[in-house]
Structure formats: C-alpha cells, structure tokens
C-alpha cells in the first residue's frame, strides 16, 4: 500500500472548507502548553535554585488553567468561540507578562502565586475548541480519524515546545522561554478567533427554556476518564520538573528539552497509527485497554540511570500516550450532552491539568529529597495508578447510546459542578 493511500484518511479531512486555517490556527494556540510550564519551572527556578517552589508555581498555573477550562468551554457553547476567545487572549497576554515581571524584578514571593494562577486562568484549552469544530463538520465515522490528528498536533507540540522553551531560558535568559510561549498562544487564539465560518453554532440561553440541572455534564463516563486523566496528567507535570532535574544532576540542562521531547515523539508516531487503525471493541474497551497499556509502559521509568537510557524509555513510554487521549476524547464526544460538547472536551482537560498540579508539586518535593533519578518513582507510580482507576470506573462506562444532539435553537443550560 503506498503512502498516499495510507495516509488517505487524513488528506479526506482537509476537504472539509475551512480546516487547514482552523488547524493551523489552533496549533499555534495550543504552542503555549507544553512551553508555559515547563518555562515556569526553568524561570522560578533560576531565579531561586528551589525546585521545590518552582514545580508549586507550575503545578498553581496548570490548577487554574484546569479549572478555568469549563467556564470557558461553557461561554463559548453559549455565545459562540470568537468572541469569548478574543476577550480570553488579551487577559492571556496581560496576566502572563505580569507574571514574569513579578518573577524577575524579585517581587515577593506570595505575589507570583495569584499571578500565575491568573495567567492559567486566562487560557482556554484550544484543543477542545478545535475537536469541537471537526466534530461539528464531519459525520462520527470521521471522528476518530480527527480527534487522532489533533492528538498528533498536540505532540508535534510538545516535540517542538519542550526544546524551544529549555534553549531559550538557559542560552538567552530564563525569561524568554516562558514569553515566548505567550506571544505565540495570543497570535494563535486570535488567529483562530478570527475563523468564524467554521465554528460551532452557539447555544444561547433562551428565557423561559428549561434549564439543565448544573452537574447533568458530568456523565458516568466523563468522571471515569476525567478521573483517570487526573493521574495521566500527575505523569506529564512529573516528568517536566524531573527531566530538568536530571538533566542538570548530569550536567547537560539544555537538553532536558529534547529528553522531553522524545516521549512526545513516540506519543506522536503512536497517534498517527491510531488514527489509520480500525480497532475492534467499545468505545470503552479501548479506553480501558490503551490505559492500561499506559500503565505499563511507564514503568520503564524505574530503570533511568543515564540520559540515553532515559531517551530509550521515553520513546517507548511515549508511544502509549495518544492512544489513551484519543480513546478518552472519543468516549467523551460519543456520550456527550446536547450543547455541551466544548464544555465536556474541556472536562477532560481539567482532569490531565489537575494532574499536572498534583504531578509538578510531588516531583519537586521528591527532586529535592531524593534527588532526580529516585523521583522517576513519581511519574511511574502515576502512570500505574491512571491504569487501575480506568479499571475501577470500567463497571461505569457500560453503553447507554449516544445521547441526541439538539438543533441549535434548542437550548439547554450547560452544567459545571458547583
């Protein structure tokens, strides 16, 4: 089979009018997440030498980024993405200047805290507005095929996030990397913004129309993987403050990047293959299975005693990544609520950033306890338990059916837990 009909399913999906802008868009939007914070923990911590406090900074960024997603997610449904986008930028842009201002000019200590937190905040998840978009635009047969690509856009990302960001604050300034990862997500969210032709119809409240109750969006299947996306995200936030900490304790700190790199190569080469894959099973067979297999996969952390083992490992690790976002976003969009599509992807991603939270605080308690070889216990022992919670919810995801989408002038009120 040649490479151009393997690779047919993907070139179908930019026949849909619109899509190279609306992708290439949202990529450049999405930049910033793999170089906000990572570039946190470089900034902080050469300002400090504390890896400890530099993780706790990223981890308060990730925490509000992560829970700011489903109130963003939950105005764009209503009022549409261009307009809550361009407001949700400029909040970006102010709130991430701020923040390195604080770092740099030796503000106190407390203050970096809100800032960062606020700069989180500002950010809504651009890959949930792009999945909703190419779920708006292509029957659920194609679904698989584009939720797979973006999954390959987000580790393309952090292939190329990751290495950029360390380069630039250990060879320019500490600096550089954390605002460059903001001025590429404000071009891109307003790019993206300005792609009006290709965004979901809103879904506005209409007075008198009954309302749906606040937690109807959170459905047995979206805890699960909500919940199991807490501990895969615990493994992302690990592995950026233990990387740079072992790259350094190896005295090469410039290629903790491309170290980090290499598990979104495999995570990249694993997403395009499940994207070209019809696989047998549920939904939530799928699901379960590539969880596990991420369980698994992960453990090869155990075994990092030196920078080329570490490649080695990562690449292997990596590989199981995508499948289990894919798996998950797609379990998701198939059970999903009327009008509430961006606000649910949205879900998903507060349960990989409160991980992250999580993962980036323990990792830089563990860095300087035990030094960074023995924190890979960390990430492994996350990855195990994203394994054994997807078991666990597995009795929760039995198929109900896909719930109706309404037409757009029906109207629902989008639920968030209060």
């Excluded at 993405?81 to 770092?103: D, E, K, N, Y």
């Excluded at 792009?130 to 194609?142: H, K, Q």
Aim: aromatic share 8%; glycine share 14%; net charge neutral.
């Amino acid at each position: 089979m040649s490479p151009r009909t393997l690779f047919a399913p993907y070139t179908r999906l930019f026949a849909v009018p619109g899509a190279r802008a609306f992708t290439l868009a949202g990529w450049f939007a999405r930049l910033p997440a793999p170089m906000l914070g990572l570039g946190a923990v470089l900034l902080v911590e050469g300002e400090t030498g504390s890896y400890g406090l530099a993780g706790a900074v990223s981890g308060v960024l990730a925490l509000a980024y992560g829970i700011a997603g489903p109130q963003w997610g939950r105005a764009m449904d209503r009022r549409g993405q261009g307009r809550v986008l361009r407001l949700a930028m400029a909040g970006f842009a102010v709130t991430g200047i701020a923040f390195v201002v604080a770092v740099v000019a030796d503000a106190p200590t407390w203050t970096w805290f809100p800032l960062a937190a606020a700069a989180g905040a500002s950010g809504p998840n651009i890959g949930s507005l792009v999945r909703a978009r190419w779920s708006a635009a292509l029957e659920p047969d194609g679904r698989q095929t584009a939720y797979a690509f973006e999954a390959v856009a987000d580790e393309v990302t952090f292939v190329l996030g990751p290495p950029l960001v360390t380069l630039l604050a250990t060879l320019v300034a500490p600096p550089v990397g954390f605002l460059t990862g903001v001025v590429t997500g404000t071009v891109g969210g307003l790019w993206l913004a300005a792609q009006r032709e290709t965004e979901p119809p809103p879904r506005p409240l209409v007075a008198g129309a009954p309302r749906r109750r606040r937690g109807a969006v959170l459905t047995p299947s979206l805890l699960v993987v909500v919940v199991a996306y807490v501990a895969v995200g615990a493994l992302f936030g690990a592995l950026d403050v233990v990387v740079v900490g072992f790259a350094e304790e190896e005295g090469v700190p410039a290629l903790s990047g491309a170290a980090l790199a290499v598990f979104a190569l495999g995570s990249l080469v694993a997403g395009l293959a499940y994207g070209l894959a019809r696989l047998p099973g549920t939904m939530a067979a799928r699901f379960v299975g590539t969880a596990v297999a991420f369980g698994l996969a992960a453990q090869l952390l155990w075994g990092v005693g030196s920078l080329p083992v570490l490649i080695g490992c990562g690449f292997l690790a990596g590989l199981t990544i995508a499948p289990v976002l894919v798996a998950g976003t797609s379990l998701v969009e198939s059970r999903v609520a009327p009008g509430v599509l961006t606000e649910s992807l949205a879900w998903t991603i507060t349960g990989l950033t409160i991980g992250v939270t999580a993962g980036s605080a323990l990792a830089g308690a563990a860095v300087d306890a035990w030094g960074a070889q023995e924190a890979f216990a960390v990430p492994a022992v996350a990855a195990a338990l994203a394994a054994l919670l997807a078991l666990a919810g597995a009795p929760l995801l039995r198929e109900r059916g896909r719930v109706p989408q309404a037409s757009p002038a029906a109207t629902v009120e989008p639920g968030v837990a209060g």
